[in-house]
């Protein structure tokens, strides 16, 4: 069992910067790939970004160049870079983690972007 639990979300003007976190427990998450996704209002759940045991990083094209992906597994912590914010990024943001056949995601988090 995995919990993971993200941080950091909140309100930020277009063109401002929010870092979040994914803290987890239970177990530790440094031997798997980390995903980010984002889920906007009507839309489905994207993938964002991703990050391997290895620390290779993928992004989706909306936001590669603007959002960087890392770890530290001293912490147990995934975190998500967000800069140059639009308000098309405006979700709740969720981690993943996924160990054999089963998911864990986290309670999600909430971006904001005003124009």
């Known amino acids: 069992q995995v919990q993971l639990v993200e941080s950091g979300g909140g309100l930020v003007q277009a063109g401002g910067s929010l870092s979040l976190s994914c803290a987890a427990s239970g177990r530790t998450f440094s031997s798997y790939t980390v995903s980010w996704f984002r889920q906007a209002p009507g839309k489905e759940r994207e993938w964002v970004a991703g990050?391997?045991?290895?620390?290779?990083?993928n992004y989706a094209n909306s936001v590669k160049g603007r959002f960087t992906i890392s770890r530290d597994n001293a912490k147990n912590t995934v975190y998500l870079q967000m800069n140059s914010l639009k308000p098309e990024d405006t979700a709740v943001y969720y981690c993943?983690?996924?160990?054999?056949?089963?998911?864990?995601w986290g309670q999600g988090t909430q971006v904001t972007v005003s124009s």
């Open positions: 990050i391997t045991r290895g620390g290779s990083t």
């Open positions: 993943l983690v996924q160990i054999g056949v089963d998911d864990y």
